[in-house]
């Protein structure tokens, strides 16, 4: 799923392999669907750009197809998992000043 340019892509071991990484134009049989990931999936699990691939597609919160080993619906959840994450780490900071202001 290359099309930004970024410097990284030239080694991406999924170059050439668009259809592979893409979603269908047309729905296609989850048994389909998952094949297919699958099949993409390994691709990247060789691939020396994989972290900043992954890094690339949360940033530029990509959609649809993979990027960096994970589905969309994967990128998803990380995202939700980061969001969740950052909220306690707000909300535990303010915890913190509230007991400092009261000590």
């Known amino acids: 799923m290359l099309?930004?340019?970024?410097p990284?892509?030239?080694?991406a071991a999924c170059r050439g392999e668009a259809e592979l990484f893409a979603e269908p134009p047309v729905a296609e049989?989850?048994?389909?669907?998952l094949r297919r990931e699958?099949?993409?999936?390994?691709?990247?699990a060789?691939?020396?750009?994989?972290?900043?691939?992954?890094?690339y597609a949360l940033r530029t919160q990509q959609r649809t197809g993979i990027w960096g080993g994970l589905?969309?619906?994967?990128?998803?959840?990380?995202?939700?998992?980061?969001?969740?994450r950052?909220?306690?780490?707000?909300?535990?900071?303010?915890?913190?000043?509230?007991r400092k202001l009261s000590a």
Not at 8 to 11: A, H, L, P, S, T
């Open 3 to 6: 099309e930004s340019g970024e």
């Open 8 to 11: 990284w892509q030239r080694e």
């Open 29 to 33: 049989p989850m048994v389909v669907q």
């Open 38 to 44: 699958e099949a993409a999936k390994a691709v990247c």
């Open 46 to 55: 060789r691939c020396p750009v994989l972290l900043e691939c992954r890094a």
């Open 71 to 84: 589905s969309a619906r994967e990128r998803s959840a990380v995202r939700a998992r980061e969001a969740r």
């Open 86 to 98: 950052r909220r306690l780490l707000v909300a535990d900071n303010g915890s913190r000043r509230d």
